[in-house]
């Protein structure tokens, strides 16, 4: 995909939150607890069925990682190949001063 830097850090930060959400879910909601309390009985039973499936959960994730790791590389590669012009003397403001 052709796009700016711009819309592509935005893109990452996307991705960065899309990652997060997907961890949390492998986390906490990927089972789902069904507790069974019978009256008159001391019998508590738990049932835990998955909601989701935990290979696709992480494949996901990786796919997300390989995502921003892609969009980083491409950032950095195009900042090392653009120059910027300033009216700034580095050379002046990093001098000792007299």
């Known amino acids: ?4 830097i711009n819309e ?3 893109i990452k ?4 939150e899309r990652r997060g959400d997907l961890k949390q879910l492998r986390q906490a909601s990927a089972v789902k607890s ?5 009256y008159g009985e001391d ?11 935990t290979k696709l959960v992480d494949r996901r ?3 997300i990682q390989n ?8 950032i950095k590669q195009s900042n090392a190949v653009i120059k910027v012009e300033l009216p700034v003397d ?6 000792p001063m007299e």
């Open 1 to 4: 995909m052709n796009k700016s």
């Open 8 to 10: 592509w850090m935005v």
């Open 13 to 16: 930060k996307m991705l960065s």
């Open 34 to 38: 069904l507790i069974t309390q019978r």
């Open 43 to 53: 019998v508590t039973e738990t049932k835990n069925e998955l909601q989701y499936d």
């Open 61 to 63: 994730i990786v796919e």
């Open 67 to 74: 995502a921003d790791m892609l969009i980083d590389s491409a």
């Open 90 to 95: 580095v050379d002046q403001l990093l001098s």
